[in-house]
């Protein structure tokens, strides 16, 4: 059985977290086009010297919401954290055609505070 948009989504997002290009090139067509504010409509193999080694920025990502947008298409919103302790969300909006990823929409979102933990609260607040 053929995978569903959402889990060819799914993952591309962790082939993308495992540092796995074996796996993100399956999952992603020849002529696929990724375009971000920082990238305009590159190819696979701009985006695999440029966008995919970026994951090692990150200590952690989790996946807020994925829905199927109709279509062929997916928005996905995720929020991740850099090494700095910077968290931030984007959204993505992906459109999946015979189980490729065939392009990629990145809208960067803003920087997330986090909330603060049990021991930060009590040296605020003591």
Excluded: W
Aim: with cysteine; proline share 4%.
């Amino acid at each position: 059985m053929p995978r569903s948009n959402i889990d060819t989504v799914r993952a591309m997002f962790d082939a993308y977290l495992a540092h796995d290009p074996d796996a993100a090139d399956q999952l992603l067509a020849d002529d696929v086009s990724f375009t971000s504010p920082q990238d305009d409509h590159i190819d696979k193999q701009a985006y695999f010297q440029r966008c995919f080694p970026t994951a090692d920025r990150l200590t952690s990502q989790e996946i807020v919401e994925v829905v199927d947008a109709g279509g062929d298409s997916v928005f996905v919103m995720y929020e991740y954290e850099l090494r700095s302790g910077d968290r931030h969300r984007n959204t993505e909006f992906i459109t999946v055609c015979g189980g490729q990823i065939t392009d990629i929409h990145v809208f960067f979102g803003g920087q997330v505070r986090r909330a603060a933990s049990p021991d930060e609260l009590t040296s605020r607040n003591g």
